[in-house]
């Protein structure tokens, strides 16, 4: 991404700045991969809900994957049309089932039989029928990364394959409930492809059994969590959409007639958004050098959540001495640290940094933790 530094010292740190030129080729990218086939990609606003971040998104014709009801109501305001929209959760409650059936979302994800009874029941309430998919634990690790996996049954999420004929069944008796489909969602940041062949795999079982038995869906979704590159963020700037699309053209049986959802989050926005910091103070002790930011776990939370690591930069220093830092943030918790042993050039006070790859999962998780201020966002096209 492009980070223009004359103009990010004129704003006030810590922001999240999004390069929206780097995100609509990134669309494009996705666009361009699945032009032509049955393919229908909804953005995972939980990723990122920023209402600039979303219009664009709107703009290049995405659909929306929702989680809360607040949610919904965001997407709707972005301008999402409701038949693009899918509503997954394990808990939803009552107003968030009533939001998305007044609205008329194209379906909800189901994860349980007494969540498939509520939706029934308050659709009925409203003389109203409520387009669903069922949640499946498919049982597939993403074991080829150490990072989330929520499709093993060591999980809450989505219903096992051996109850699966049950709970069809129970869907396709209840009256205000119609069925459109199957739906996955095996983890995040999944870096290879094989998870997905193998859900694929899993995809073709389901739809050879469930048509042996004379029932065909409209639909299936896929999930998202296709990775990206923390590492090397300059280099590997789009994620790898042709491999991952390419792994359901060549693997899943598409039948005549049935729809593929996918519902990507972090791989759409991750890379367009940076999280921008001054330097507070140097400080060094017997064993380190900490640089302290004015930004922490409140602006970005991935790595005391997850251990997750943000390439840092120092967008302003010239020196070419380097020196070893601990990148760390303001706030009381061990655990607010950005970065052990990074090597960066002789930095002061005053110095602005940049946290990369910072797009997804940032500011969408920030918090007023020690009563911070939640941080601004600035974009490379005005707003
Ligand atoms: C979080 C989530 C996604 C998006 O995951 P990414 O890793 O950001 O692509 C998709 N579907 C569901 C159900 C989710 O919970």
């Not at 896929?222 to 959409?241: C, H, T």
Request: charged content about 20%; aromatic content about 8%; overall charge negative.
């Amino acid at each position: 991404m492009q980070l223009p530094v004359t103009t990010l010292q004129g704003y006030n740190t810590p922001f999240y700045y999004y390069d929206l030129e780097l995100l609509r080729a990134t669309l494009k990218a996705v666009n361009n991969e699945i032009n032509g086939t049955p393919f229908i990609v909804h953005y995972a606003l939980k990723a990122n809900a920023n209402p600039v971040i979303l219009r664009e998104i709107v703009q290049a014709g995405l659909g929306a994957d929702l989680v809360s009801g607040n949610e919904v109501k965001a997407a709707l305001e972005a301008g999402f049309q409701p038949c693009k929209m899918a509503y997954a959760g394990v808990g939803k409650t009552d107003w968030e089932i009533e939001t998305g059936i007044d609205n008329d979302i194209y379906c909800f994800n189901v994860e349980s039989v007494p969540e498939m009874e509520v939706i029934n029941e308050i659709a009925a309430k409203r003389g109203k029928t409520a387009g669903i998919a069922i949640r499946v634990n498919p049982n597939v690790d993403a074991h080829t990364h150490r990072y989330i996996t929520t499709g093993t049954t060591e999980n809450k999420f989505g219903i096992d394959i051996p109850v699966l004929d049950e709970v069809i069944d129970k869907a396709l008796s209840l009256p205000n409930i119609h069925l459109r489909g199957l739906h996955f969602h095996i983890g995040s940041q999944i870096t290879e492809m094989e998870p997905y062949r193998l859900l694929c795999e899993k995809t073709n079982e389901l739809l050879d059994h469930f048509g042996s038995r004379g029932i065909t869906f409209e639909m299936v979704d896929m999930g998202g969590g296709l990775g990206v590159d923390y590492q090397n963020p300059e280099k590997n700037s789009i994620a790898r959409f042709k491999e991952f699309f390419d792994v359901f053209k060549q693997h899943l049986h598409v039948r005549p007639g049935l729809k593929v959802h996918f519902e990507l989050g972090r791989s759409i926005i991750a890379q367009s958004g940076a999280l921008v910091a001054r330097v507070l103070y140097v400080k060094e002790n017997s064993a380190k050098k900490f640089v302290i930011l004015d930004a922490g776990m409140t602006d970005l939370i991935r790595p005391a959540l997850y251990s997750a690591h943000h390439k840092i930069v120092n967008l302003t220093s010239q020196a070419s001495a380097i020196e070893t830092y601990d990148v760390v943030g303001p706030i009381c918790e061990s655990s607010d640290v950005f970065g052990h042993d990074e090597q960066l050039p002789l930095t002061k006070r005053g110095d602005l940094v940049a946290l990369l790859t910072a797009g997804a999962y940032g500011e969408s998780m920030a918090s007023r933790y020690n009563m911070r201020n939640l941080p601004q966002s600035y974009f490379s096209i005005d707003k």
